[in-house]
């Protein structure tokens, strides 16, 4: 038998800046994946079809029609065809409010996750919600907060199997901001460069003094001119005062409560650390792995409609 | 008499971004001015005195030695050529300090002058030192806290004709890359839209919660999207946060001080707001005519050491 015909659906994770898509088996288990840069922010309406089809193409046979499921940006009014926000508190995965794209290819038939919208204080997400009914699938119980580190971190009050409220800081975006195009570039190193002991300070400094972020960044740029700091210290320095932030704005969220990161690397590690530093044990998991058991559990609902 | 005998000198206010130069008489008054956008960050170090000849030559004659005062980035380590930092506490401007720059053109003589540094916390400024000088220049006995909005605005404390301490805050630079390089580009609307209200109620957020200056920004986009927010309204909000998230920081600065803010439009107009907003009547003073003021005392000095 070849891969293909153990192909029963395929899960596409589609961002602003890019599109990941996994060939699944009918338990769930991953055949194949493939990515390109062919994110939400890089098409017209009418170049998602063919965005998709350029990657999933030897997946698909003549003869049936594969079904897709979807989460994430695609799904914005600027997407491939809006699926309107299911409005807090409410379960994280709306499987009965997904949104059929149109195709003109016959043996797609692609299906679209809504993301979750609040109304006070006003905040949106697409994609984390499918992250968030992944994680619950697997641990159903949960009562606390899920954290899930990124351009936009989003931090996730869970109860009951239903998101109560949640709050997005732009952390991961400002790091990059600040450290590719503003003046702290000249200092602030490059990835891996790295510094435990300059992280920890400036998280210190940023929770005994949470109002003070606009007078500590241009200091690093200073410092780094008057005491040669190496970038690994600048840059250790920059995200330290920025997750330090987050944290110091995000109190509610992980002030003891159970938390659950959705994020091992990068900026995921560092929150981890910074958490563990305040003394609070999180637990981390697999981003891909909670995004393909979200889109598993819309696939089961989707099939289940179909019987 | 032609107006090239009047010119007795030339004042340069050369930044990262731009350099200005005027034409001015023995008395420090302007008969002309220039400007292009030959800034240091746009020159290698043997570009300088071109990019100066090419807006003063007109102003030039071949039997006598023009003194150019310059301030700004042009005196940076990757300027022209670099002029040490005078170390807080002392005077604004260093006069005895003077660097002069190399010169091919024997009818130039080129002043650099020092900026500022302070060794804890870190902190540098090259050229507001000379705004704060000019200013000194016609309020000797000023006390309190002089106020520089710009991409790095500077809050600094005088006291006896010295700079006492200073502290920077990026504010400039982070509203110009939030507004036009962050997911809130899509919907922070462009110069000239202003919405008062939102702008106060924006403030008010962030002075009751200092801290929460990383949660309270993708708010923008999300009420866009929700609300149908007017542009006008997300693009006073963010300055509102920003410039309130700046004013949280610098309480030390202008709580219970006299404050004078060097700068009559943008983010200065919009301090001046702020601070009222919050009680405080400060004073603001046009930016061109401290620069030119402190250029001038720094050309009186260094004629006095000629005779």
């Known amino acids: 038998m070849s891969q293909d015909e153990n192909i029963a659906w395929i899960a596409a994770d589609w961002g602003t800046s890019n599109l990941r898509v996994y060939a699944m088996d009918e338990a769930g288990q991953v055949l194949a994946d493939k990515r390109s840069t062919k994110g939400m922010g890089t098409l017209a309406r009418d170049e998602f079809e063919q965005a998709l089809l ?8 003549q003869d049936r029609v594969m079904p897709v499921m979807a989460c994430g940006m695609v799904g914005a009014r600027q997407g491939w065809i809006e699926a309107p926000y299911s409005a ?3 379960p994280p995965s709306s ?8 195709v003109r290819d016959s043996r797609l038939e692609v299906m679209i996750l809504p993301g979750l919208s609040q109304a006070d204080p006003p905040d ?4 984390e919600e499918t992250q968030i009914a992944g994680y619950l699938a697997g641990d159903p119980g949960f009562e606390g907060t899920l954290c899930l580190p990124g351009t936009h971190t989003k931090w996730v009050g869970v109860r009951d199997g239903r998101v109560e409220r949640f709050r997005t800081a732009m952390t991961g975006e400002m790091i990059d901001l600040l450290s590719n195009r503003s003046v ?26 949470p ?17 040669s700091d190496r970038a690994a210290v600048s840059r250790s320095r920059l995200i330290g005062r920025m997750v330090g932030a987050e944290l110091a704005a995000m109190r509610a969220f992980w002030q003891g409560l159970p938390v659950v990161v959705i994020g091992t690397v990068g900026l995921g ?11 609070v044990e999180s637990r981390a998991v697999d981003t891909v792995q909670v995004t393909l058991a979200g889109l598993f559990a819309a696939y089961r609902a989707y099939q289940g409609d179909k019987r």
Chains 1, 2 share one sequence.
């Open 124 to 127: 949106v997400m697409r994609g």
């Open 95 to 102: 499987v009965d409010r997904m949104i059929r794209a149109p």
């Open 269 to 279: 590690a560092f929150t981890v650390d910074a958490l563990r530093h305040l003394g």
């Open 211 to 227: 109002g003070s972020l606009l007078a500590q960044l241009f200091s690093i740029r200073a410092s780094a001119l008057l005491n």
């Open 184 to 209: 702290l570039r000249h200092s602030a190193g490059t990835f891996g460069d790295w510094d435990d002991a300059a992280f920890r300070a400036a998280l210190d400094e940023m929770l005994a003094d």
């Open 54 to 61: 350029e990657l999933v193409w030897p997946w698909l046979s």
């Open 88 to 90: 807090v508190p409410c």
